[in-house]
């Protein structure tokens, strides 16, 4: 994800939106960081008491840290922020930053000419302040979907699964299942079909999709896909309307599953502690996983129900108006839903729908409800156009942000 400030202003002020408390300045979790703000006010402080030309005792003093290296730190810091916003702005990118700055906030304090208990009750002040902010958003709890513990870590009964022989496994949900890998064939392969760009939509790393599934149609390919909760057979298998939904996913991928169908239900007991609130016993047995073959697609074969070009011209109207957010052809061919059309931007965290019926929305992944451009005929005469400075939902000044 790349930060992209649309204005300077917002450029020079993330310190200030990082500490906001919706800030997601790490993407995922709301994780509010108020040591930037402590930096730079410290700072003020520091520089106000050397250009009074204080005696050098009373800068840090003898036991404390030497003012030019800190102040070596410090500069080291907001010169870095440039690259950092210029590329992604993405708090997982910036580790060293966030391992520099705590550092440099102490080293701060310590220059203060001040007595060393007040010191000493600033830094406490601040490890304080921002062990309550993350606290409160709670990160740990937010990745906290199951717990390791001992391996495998996480329990899948693979059966006969286990013992077989090199195969490429398929997934399609967000969530991959990785720790499930350890548990088969060493020499396997994996791919994840979530974000792939389909191997003819002509979208960017869609040739990598093409030469990894190529390479795997030499061997055995199965689906990995956790259960969807009250859509299994009385066999715990994948009713008639999951298994036609995952058809569509497999579709834009020339995949599809065997047939007969050849699935096997694999149970998790650390699925079934997943998720919120208590399972009954029931969920509990039903939770696990579909193993299903999968077939490659003849490239002559008619492909249905994944992808839509109805309104390929809506779309394009839309790129031509925001590129900066809705790169010409996104990820690939637009993906058909009910009543109409989605096509995803993920380099831009974007999504355009069309309806049938004619209405056109946008949709920032972080934005709580979509935006609602305007109809069909309008947005592709330029009558009706997107407001590409105010996104809702966007990165901006925490007082400017729509939800």
């Not at 919706?22 to 040591?35: C, G, L, Q």
């Not at 080293?107 to 302040?129: N, S, W, Y």
């Not at 004619?358 to 709580?368: D, F, Q």
Request: with cysteine; aromatic share 8%.
């Amino acid at each position: 994800m790349r930060f992209q400030p649309d204005t300077w202003t917002e450029a020079v002020l993330r310190p200030l939106t990082m500490a906001a408390a919706d800030a997601a300045a790490y993407v995922e979790i709301m994780a509010p960081d108020f040591r930037f703000l402590f930096a730079i006010a410290l700072a003020v402080g520091v520089l106000a008491t050397l250009l009074r030309r204080q005696p050098r005792d009373a800068i840090g003093g003898p036991a404390g840290p030497r003012p030019r290296v800190v102040l070596v730190l410090l500069a080291g810091l907001a010169l870095a922020f440039v690259p950092w916003l210029a590329t992604t702005g993405n708090g997982r990118y910036f580790l060293v930053g966030l391992l520099v700055v705590g550092p440099v906030c102490v080293g701060l304090a310590c220059l203060l000419p001040v007595t060393k208990a007040m010191r000493l009750a600033l830094v406490v002040g601040m490890v304080g302040l921002q062990a309550f902010a993350v606290q409160q958003s709670a990160p740990l709890r937010a990745w906290g979907l199951a717990a390791w513990t001992a391996p495998p870590y996480f329990h899948v009964d693979l059966g006969a699964e286990a013992n077989a022989g090199p195969a490429t496994y398929v997934t399609l949900s967000a969530i991959t299942y990785s720790l499930v890998a350890p548990q088969l064939n060493p020499q396997s392969r994996w791919i994840s079909l979530h974000n792939a760009p389909a191997p003819d939509s002509g979208a960017h790393d869609a040739g990598r999709t093409a030469a990894f599934l190529d390479h795997a149609q030499k061997g055995r390919m199965v689906l990995l896909a956790p259960v969807v909760a009250g859509m299994l057979t009385a066999d715990r298998l994948p009713n008639a309307d999951v298994a036609k939904a995952i058809e569509g996913q497999l579709a834009r991928y020339r995949l599809a599953l065997s047939q007969p169908q050849s699935c096997r239900f694999l149970a998790s007991r650390t699925l079934a502690k997943m998720g919120l609130g208590e399972k009954t016993e029931e969920q509990s047995a039903n939770s696990g996983f579909w193993l299903c073959e999968l077939v490659r697609l003849a490239p002559g074969a008619p492909v249905e129900g994944s992808r839509g070009r109805r309104h390929d011209e809506v779309f394009r109207a839309l790129e031509s108006q925001c590129p900066r957010f809705f790169p010409a052809g996104g990820d690939g061919a637009s993906l058909a839903i009910r009543l109409g059309e989605v096509r995803s931007y993920h380099q831009a965290e974007m999504k355009a729908y069309v309806y049938d019926n004619g209405e056109v929305y946008y949709k920032y992944n972080r934005a709580l409800n979509a935006v609602r451009v305007g109809l069909a005929p309008d947005v592709v005469a330029g009558r009706s156009r997107i407001d590409c400075a105010n996104i809702p939902g966007r990165s901006v000044l925490p007082w400017n942000r729509g939800f």
